[in-house]
């Protein structure tokens, strides 16, 4: 899932996605509403104005170890891989936490006319490992 302009949406990468409660129904309506052209664009910037994103491509061998973290602050998220800052994203989730790992071969692209929704063939069987997973609150900050 993408909604910036110019994102990747795809790949492994970090990514951050803020966005107020929106119901059941409207969903609905907004995902029916992109399968038609005229709409699309106008419900795209509806999307974009009330849901912030911040994601960069993770560049690192994905056979290899890598210890993974991100600090959530008030305003902003800062990502790093092996203690080395890879990315900060200019927005930060109201909460509560929410951490995603997945391995996912659906995508999703609404900038094509239409939408195309699909499933990515893969040659081989994917997985990935995790080692441990820790959330622990931030130390002030001095």
Do not use: C
Request: hydrophobic share 45%; glycine share 8%; no cysteine.
């Amino acid at each position: 899932l993408a909604l910036e302009t110019g994102a990747h949406g795809v790949g492994w990468r970090v990514q951050v996605l803020n966005s107020p409660k929106i119901n059941r129904e409207l969903v609905a309506i907004g995902d029916a509403g992109l399968r038609i052209p005229m709409l699309r664009p106008i419900l795209l910037a509806a999307a974009r104005a009330v849901v912030s994103e911040g994601e960069a491509i993770v560049h690192v061998s994905l056979t290899e170890w890598h210890t993974y973290r991100f600090d959530w602050l008030t305003s902003e998220v800062h990502f790093f891989v092996d203690g080395e800052p890879i990315y900060t994203a200019q927005t930060s989730p109201r909460g509560p936490l929410g951490f995603v790992a997945w391995f996912d071969n659906s995508q999703v692209d609404v900038e094509t006319d239409p939408p195309t929704f699909g499933r990515l063939v893969f040659s081989e069987r994917q997985w990935f490992e995790l080692g441990e997973v820790t959330v622990e609150p931030l130390q002030a900050l001095g």
